[in-house]
């Protein structure tokens, strides 16, 4: 690493806890990580709480395993973390060419590929000794999205689609959470996986669009680009898409009323950033794309709160 300083990256929070109180030795990799970025995070994480309340619901119990819950936590925080390193040694030289990604930790020179390369493998290791919490099954599982998350930085070369591959890996907790209750999978997690999935291609389509350009000029594909102006009908089709599935899940694992309520207050929220969408608003597109956040609590509380009720 070099002794330049650490900027703030173009779409971190302004005053981010980064840039206030990390030493500075350390900012670059915390920047690495994202952890001035916590959005990516949180919706790693969704999936995994939606699984385990759903779980929690069809297992009869009042509360999720507050366990599992911090282990999901830890898990998200760490495994996107080493995801967005992986995918920056990756894209390293396409870094370089994008407004929005140039001042990156590695393409600004502030860290060597060897030693992103180091920080990824021990952020996987935490990554690893919080998977070995989880029953047998759940390990396999949560090892077996690894092949996904391994192709998905290259997929903008290939395809106009990467959104989709990004939806796969970044929706394994819906499958995750359901494995770690009960030791397998049932139809409940898988529709529930779906609706992650579509809810995924959504708002990584509306972030897409701040990269449109740049994308365009560099020849990498991406939703954003494949729909264009069509791309509201896009956003509306994956996030109805996603509130039938997640609707499907909530059947299928015959929950009760508040989980319904979450569902709708969930599809609203969508409903809202579809009614919002302006392809042409960068700062808008991220505002959006920031507030699945709260997207992601409104599903879960419902969620929750049905299994307390229910198991009365």
């Not at 900027?7 to 030493?23: E, K, L, S």
């Not at 996987?124 to 029953?135: D, S, T």
């Not at 969408?277 to 808008?284: I, K, P, Q, T, V």
């Amino acid at each position: 690493m070099t002794d330049r300083p650490s900027p703030t990256i173009p779409d971190a929070p302004r005053g981010n806890w980064v840039d206030a109180y990390a030493p500075s030795w350390a900012k670059p990799y915390a920047q690495l990580a994202r952890l001035d970025r916590p959005i990516g995070w949180w919706l790693l994480l969704w999936p995994c709480w939606w699984s385990l309340a759903l779980a929690t619901g069809a297992a009869g119990e009042p509360l999720p395993n507050l366990w599992h819950l911090l282990l999901f936590l830890v898990g998200s925080v760490v495994m996107r973390g080493a995801g967005c390193t992986y995918n920056d040694i990756v894209d390293r030289d396409i870094d370089a060419k994008v407004g929005r990604t140039l001042l990156r930790p590695i393409p600004s020179g502030r860290v060597t590929v060897e030693g992103a390369l180091g920080f990824m493998v021990l952020q996987a290791l935490i990554g690893f000794v919080v998977l070995i919490q989880f029953n047998l099954y759940a390990i396999l599982l949560g090892i077996a999205s690894l092949s996904v998350v391994a192709i998905y930085p290259f997929m903008k070369r290939i395809t106009g689609f990467p959104q989709v591959i990004l939806g796969l890996a970044f929706s394994w907790g819906a499958l995750m959470g359901w494995a770690a209750t009960f030791g397998g999978l049932a139809l409940p997690p898988v529709l529930l996986y779906l609706a992650a999935v579509s809810w995924t291609v959504g708002y990584d389509t509306i972030y897409a669009h701040q990269d449109r350009e740049d994308d365009a000029l560099i020849g990498l594909g991406s939703t954003a680009r494949t729909f264009g102006d069509k791309s509201l009908g896009f956003l509306a089709f994956c996030y109805a898409l996603s509130v039938l599935m997640a609707l499907g899940a909530i059947i299928t694992a015959q929950a009760g009323i508040f989980a319904y309520i979450g569902a709708f207050g969930f599809g609203a929220h969508l409903a809202w950033q579809v009614a919002r969408f302006n392809m042409n608003d960068g700062g808008l597109c991220l505002a959006l794309f920031k507030s699945n956040r709260e997207a992601g609590w409104l599903l879960f509380v419902g969620l929750l709160v049905d299994a307390a009720i229910g198991s009365i």
